[in-house]
C-alpha cells in the first residue's frame, strides 16, 4: 500500500428497499475491497438509507470503491468523508462481568474516565455506551479485558460532513 | 391481463422480434402467452410476431440473445426456467457482462409464497446473478412486470451495456390485474451519459495536437458505441496510427492503411513494440485488461494517456497512473474532439512516424497473405478470409482457433467479428452465430471453432436444423484442448494433463445425425469448394479441418511480461 494510506469514509445515501444492502456487500465481496465497517440506518428522507463505509487505503483504490459504489442503481449519491473534513462516531455497548480481583466500584471509575454511560444492570453484569471515534473506542475496549470484558457490539462508523472547515494550508 | 400476457405484451412494446429460450415447469405460463405468436415461426418477421427459438440448453439461449445484440445492436432477449434452467443461464450472462453486451433474461420463479422453503426447482438466482448482470427485478405484482421489463431495457442499452435479469415468480405470471405500459422510466442516480465535458475536449484535443507519435488504441467500447465512423474519420484526419485490443478487434477496418492491428498477448509483436515508442495513446472504450497490456508497470511508462470511457470506474481500474480521462459515450466523445481539433491541424508534420508505423503495417500485411500450401490452423483462416465476402459476420469459441483468427483474420466491415474476449466462454460462437444469423439473415455467418469447444455447445445443432438458421461451423480440430497444451507446452515442461480429445466425436457424422451436412477437408481447394457449397446451402454445415496437434499460437507474450517481451517462436 502506497504513502498516502489512511482511513476514508464513504457516506452514501441509497434506496431503502429490499437487497440494496446484498448488492453492496456483493459488490464489495467480488471486487475484494477491503472494507472495515459499513453502518446502515433511516436518513432524513424517507424511503433513503444513509451507509457509511470506512476503509484504511490509498487514493487510488478508495477512488475505485466510490466509484463503484456509486455506478450501483440503486446508490443516490456517495460523498468522500476524511478525519479532517467529518464528524466521525461510533458507539459500543460493552458488557462487563467483573470479578475477582476486579472489584465492581473498579469497573464503575473505569467506565467513568471514558465517559461511558450504564445502561443496564445485574448482579452479575454491567453494560455500557460509549460513544466516540473508533481510537477511543479500540481504546476503551483494549483496557476494559483488564476489567471482565465479556461482550462488545459496535456498530460501525457513521460520520456527516463538517459544515465549516477551518483550512490549514493546502 | 395476466403477468405472463404483460410480459409478451411488454416485449412487443420494446419491439422484440424474437427470444430464446427453454420452457419449464415455472415460466409456463408465459410460454402459454408465446403459443399465439409460434404460429408465425416459419414466415418473414413482422411487427406482430414474435418468433421463440428453442434453445437445447439455457446456456445457449444466452449465448444466442448475446449473438444476436452483436450482430443487430439491439437487445437480444433469452427465458429460462427457475433452478437448473435459470443457472444454466448463468454463464452466458457472464458472457455478456464481460464483454459488455445488452441482453435481457427472464426467468421464471417458483411461486412467490414458496420462495426461502427450497421448493422444486427453486435457486436464487436474483442472487446468483447479481455479480453478472448490471441490474436484477423480481416483480411480485403484476403490475410490476411492465415496469420490470421497461426499465430491464432502458438499463441494458442506456450507459455501459450490460445484460439485465427479470425473475418473475409463477404466480405472478398467472395471476391477473390491471396493468399499465410506461412510456419511460426514471432512475434518479441513473441516466444515458451526459455530452463530453468541453473543458476535458479541449485538455485532450490540446495532448492530440501537440502530439509527435499518437497511436489510437481501441477498444470494445467503439463496438458497442457504434463508433466506427467517427474512429476511422477520427483516425484519417488526424493521421494516427489504430491498434486495438482483442475486444475492439474490428472497430477499426484491419485493412486499412492505418491500422496496426491487434496488440496484447497475441497481438503483432511489431505493433506491441511500437506501443512504448508513442508520445500520446489515446484510449478508447478499453479496460485496458491484462491481456491487452501485459504487464501493466511496462506499458507505456512514459507515454501521455488518456482515456476515454462510458464506465467511470474503468479510469484507474488496470492503468494507474494518471491519465487525461473522459466519461463519455464514445461515439459522442470522438466526434466533440473531431470538431475541437479540425481546426488546428494545419501544418502538423509527422511524416516519419506514420512512416514508421506503416513499415509495421506493410510487414504484417504480408504475413497475412499465406502461401496456400497446406492447412495449418492458421492458413485455413487466411484462406477462409479470401473465401467469404467482408460483410460475411463470424464468431470464434475460445482457445488456439480464436488467437488465430485475432492474427489472422482481417476484420473490415462493422459487426462482422464477434468473440468471448472477456470471459473467454468455450461453447460460445455456435450458438451466437445462430444469433447473428437470426439478426442478419442476409449475410453468411461462420463459427470458426475448436474440436474441444465446438462439443461444449454442439447441441445447438439440433436448433439450427429445426429452426432453419444455417451457418457454417469451420472446426480447427486438433484432437486436443489445443490452448491448454500450449501453455503446457511452453510452462509446464510439456507434461501434457488432460489435453487429449481423441478422435471422438467424428464430427462428420455429428453433423449428418442433427440432419446438418458435415464434410472433412484436407486440402485448401477442397476448403474453398465446401465454403462455397456451405454458403449456398439451406442447412448448417460442419467443416472439420484436421490440423496438427503441436501447432502453437505464436508470437505470444507470456503472462506477467512487459508488452515489448514478446515469444516468437
Redesign the interface.
Known amino acids: 500500500m502506497s504513502q498516502d494510506a489512511q482511513l476514508r469514509i464513504i457516506s452514501a445515501l441509497v434506496e431503502n428497499k429490499p437487497g440494496v444492502l446484498y448488492r453492496i456487500s456483493n459488490l464489495v465481496r467480488r471486487k475484494s475491497f477491503n472494507i472495515e465497517s459499513i453502518a446502515v440506518g433511516h436518513a432524513e428522507t424517507p424511503g433513503l438509507a444513509r451507509m457509511t463505509f470506512t476503509m484504511f487505503s490509498d487514493y487510488s483504490r478508495f477512488d475505485q470503491v466510490m466509484k463503484n459504489i456509486d455506478n450501483l442503481i440503486d446508490v443516490r449519491s456517495v460523498e468522500p468523508l476524511e478525519e479532517r473534513n467529518a464528524t466521525i462516531r461510533e458507539l459500543a455497548l460493552v458488557k462487563f462481568s467483573p470479578g475477582a480481583p476486579v472489584t465492581r466500584q473498579e469497573v464503575m471509575s473505569f467506565i467513568e474516565t471514558f465517559r461511558a454511560n450504564i445502561v443496564d444492570m445485574s448482579p452479575e453484569t454491567l453494560t455500557v455506551e460509549i460513544s466516540g471515534d473508533s481510537d477511543k473506542i479500540n481504546a476503551f475496549i483494549d483496557l476494559a479485558r483488564n476489567f471482565g470484558l465479556k461482550e462488545v457490539a459496535r456498530t460501525g462508523t457513521v460520520a456527516l460532513a463538517r459544515e465549516m472547515i477551518i483550512k490549514r494550508g493546502t | 391481463m395476466s403477468g405472463a400476457e404483460a410480459v409478451v405484451e411488454a416485449l412487443l412494446r420494446e419491439g422484440v422480434e424474437v427470444v430464446f429460450g427453454h420452457p419449464g415447469g415455472a415460466n409456463m405460463p408465459i410460454y402459454d402467452a408465446l403459443y399465439d405468436f409460434q404460429n408465425f415461426r416459419y414466415t418473414p418477421l413482422n411487427e406482430t410476431s414474435l418468433r421463440h427459438i428453442l434453445a437445447r440448453h439455457e446456456q445457449s439461449a444466452a449465448h444466442m440473445a448475446d449473438g444476436y445484440a452483436r450482430a443487430s445492436g439491439k437487445v437480444g432477449v433469452c427465458m429460462a426456467t427457475s433452478g437448473p434452467g435459470a443457472t444454466n443461464l448463468m454463464t452466458g450472462l457472464a458472457t455478456a457482462y464481460m464483454d459488455s453486451s445488452p441482453v435481457v433474461a427472464i426467468t421464471g420463479q417458483v411461486p412467490s409464497f414458496v420462495i426461502g422453503t427450497d421448493g422444486f426447482q427453486e435457486i436464487d438466482v ?2 446468483m446473478a ?2 453478472v448482470t ?3 427485478f423480481q416483480p411480485l405484482r403484476v403490475r410490476d412486470v411492465p415496469y420490470s421489463i421497461k426499465a430491464a431495457f432502458y ?1 441494458a442499452t442506456t450507459r455501459r451495456p450490460q445484460p439485465v435479469l427479470i425473475d418473475i415468480p409463477k404466480d405472478v405470471q398467472q395471476a391477473e390485474d390491471e396493468v399499465e405500459f410506461l412510456e419511460s422510466v426514471n ?4 441516466g444515458p451519459l451526459p455530452d463530453p465535458d468541453p473543458m476535458v475536449v479541449k485538455t485532450i484535443s490540446r495532448a492530440i495536437l501537440d502530439a509527435q507519435r499518437p497511436v489510437i488504441l481501441a477498444g470494445g467500447g467503439v463496438k458497442m458505441a457504434n463508433a466506427y465512423r467517427e474512429l476511422q474519420a477520427f483516425a484519417e484526419f488526424l493521421v494516427a496510427p489504430v491498434v486495438t485490443s482483442f475486444m475492439g478487434k474490428g472497430a477499426f477496418p484491419e485493412n486499412h492503411p492505418l491500422s496496426l492491428g491487434c496488440m496484447g498477448m497475441h497481438g503483432s509483436e511489431r505493433t506491441n513494440k511500437l506501443i512504448p515508442e508513442c508520445d500520446v495513446l489515446l484510449v478508447v472504450g478499453s479496460r485496458l485488461s491484462d491481456r491487452t497490456t501485459g504487464k501493466i508497470e511496462k506499458f507505456a511508462p512514459n507515454t501521455k494517456v488518456i482515456h476515454i470511457d462510458a ?3 474503468e ?3 488496470n492503468y ?1 497512473l494518471p491519465v487525461v480521462s473522459l466519461v463519455a459515450d464514445a461515439k459522442k466523445a470522438l466526434q466533440a474532439i473531431i470538431r475541437e481539433v479540425e481546426t488546428g491541424m494545419m501544418g502538423r508534420q509527422r511524416d516519419a512516424w506514420v512512416k514508421r508505423a506503416q513499415e509495421v503495417v506493410v510487414t504484417a500485411r504480408t504475413e497475412l497473405d499465406g502461401n496456400g500450401s497446406h492447412l495449418s490452423g492458421p492458413e485455413t483462416i487466411r484462406m477462409l478470409r479470401r473465401f467469404i465476402p467482408h460483410d460475411a459476420i463470424v464468431t470464434t469459441e475460445v482457445g488456439q482457433h480464436q488467437m488465430w483468427c485475432e492474427q489472422n483474420f482481417q476484420v473490415i466491415m462493422p459487426r462482422t467479428f464477434f468473440s468471448s474476449g472477456g470471459l473467454g466462454t468455450m461453447g460460445f460462437g455456435f450458438p451466437a452465430a445462430l444469433g447473428a444469423k437470426v439478426a442478419r439473415p442476409d449475410v453468411p455467418v461462420f463459427d470458426v471453432a475448436g474440436d474441444g469447444s465446438f462439443l461444449m455447445t454442439e447441441n445447438s445443432l439440433a436448433t439450427s436444423v429445426e429452426e432453419q438458421i444455417p451457418v457454417t461451423v469451420v472446426i480447427l480440430n486438433n484432437r486436443m484442448l489445443g490452448m491448454v497444451a500450449q501453455w503446457q507446452r511452453f510452462f509446464y515442461n510439456r507434461r501434457y494433463s488432460a489435453v487429449h480429445l481423441g478422435k471422438s466425436p467424428d464430427f462428420v457424422k455429428l453433423a449428418e445425425s442433427y440432419g446438418a451436412e458435415g464434410v472433412r477437408v484436407s486440402t485448401i481447394l477442397e476448403l474453398e469448394t465446401a465454403v462455397n457449397r456451405a454458403m449456398r446451402s439451406p442447412v448448417t454445415t460442419v467443416i472439420d479441418v484436421p490440423i496438427s496437434p503441436e501447432e502453437n499460437v505464436l508470437p505470444m507474450l507470456p503472462p506477467g511480461a512487459g508488452i515489448k517481451e514478446m515469444v516468437v517462436g
Open positions: 436474483v442472487g447479481t455479480s448490471k441490474y436484477t438499463l432512475f434518479p442516480n441513473y464506465d467511470k470506474a479510469i484507474g481500474k494507474k
